[in-house]
């Protein structure tokens, strides 16, 4: 397993942007899909976005496309999910996720996204 942490979470206005950072710790890291996840209070957790394990291929959910932007640097054991033009429906918790796409066995603790209209 990889051990993950995300940052750069935090209170952005409607139509603001943050960019969220997953620090990964073990040489896997680069072996691995990574994906972006999200769960707003009351709700279930939701896919927002993927990323291959060599940045060859991303997959984004319909609400996000076109405003969010997923990337990954293996050299810094990083990856990113860039958010733009962010509205009230984005606020929730997010968290990176490494692994194979729908079995993902490692997980970050999450960041907070609030965005205030």
């Known amino acids: 397993q990889v051990q993950l942490v995300e940052s750069g979470g935090g209170l952005v206005q409607a139509g603001g942007s943050l960019r969220l950072s997953c620090a990964a710790s073990?040489?896997?890291?680069?072996?691995?899909?990574m994906g972006w996840f999200r769960q707003a209070p009351g709700k279930e957790r939701e896919f927002v976005a993927r990323i291959s394990w060599n940045a060859g291929i991303t997959y984004y959910a319909d609400s996000v496309k076109g405003r969010f932007t997923i990337s990954r640097d293996n050299a810094r054991n990083t990856g990113f999910l860039r958010m733009n033009n962010l509205n009230s429906e984005d606020t929730a918790v997010y968290y990176c996720?490494?692994?194979?796409?729908?079995?993902?066995?490692?997980w970050g603790q999450g960041t907070q996204v609030t965005v205030s209209s």
């Open positions: 996720a490494a692994g194979v796409p729908g079995n993902y066995d490692s």
């Open positions: 073990g040489r896997t890291f680069s072996r691995h899909a």
